[in-house]
């Protein structure tokens, strides 16, 4: 599987953007798929993920409520709608995927990664 990360940008505080993540492969739909980030001199950090079917997901509580992931599996495509952006959210952002249908907290879970995407957030 090859991710390939987009939507990235810089960005007022309080505004929003969506990144994207597109797989390649048919089998996209057997993954579960991740959010993380990481910003200078700081660890890979979780942001979000979603099961392979899209019914269940995850946040991490510094996102909750302004961060929403989701999937369309008939497009490959992994999403990530950040709204309420705040500078604290600038890094370089990154979708993974996982093989099987549960997806992850731990960044060492998962098998195939996107080159990331940088989200800049002045205040």
């Known amino acids: 599987v090859q991710l390939q990360a987009s939507g990235g940008g810089l960005v007022q505080a309080g505004g929003s953007l969506r990144l994207s993540c597109a797989a390649s492969?048919?089998?996209?739909?057997?993954?579960?798929m991740g959010w993380f980030r990481q910003a200078p001199g700081k660890e890979r950090e979780f942001v979000a993920a979603?099961?392979?079917?899209?019914?269940?997901?995850n946040y991490a509580d510094s996102v909750k409520g302004r961060f929403t992931i989701s999937r369309g599996n008939a497009k490959n495509t992994v999403y990530l709608q950040m709204n309420s952006l705040k500078p604290e959210d600038t890094a370089a952002y990154y979708c993974?995927?996982?093989?099987?249908?549960?997806?992850?907290?731990?960044?060492?879970?998962?098998?195939?990664w996107g080159q990331g995407t940088q989200v800049t957030v002045s205040s």
């Open positions: 993974a995927a996982r093989r099987g249908s549960y997806y992850s907290t731990g960044f060492n879970e998962y098998d195939y």
């Open positions: 492969g048919r089998t996209f739909s057997h993954y579960a």
């Open positions: 979603i099961s392979s079917s899209g019914s269940s997901t």
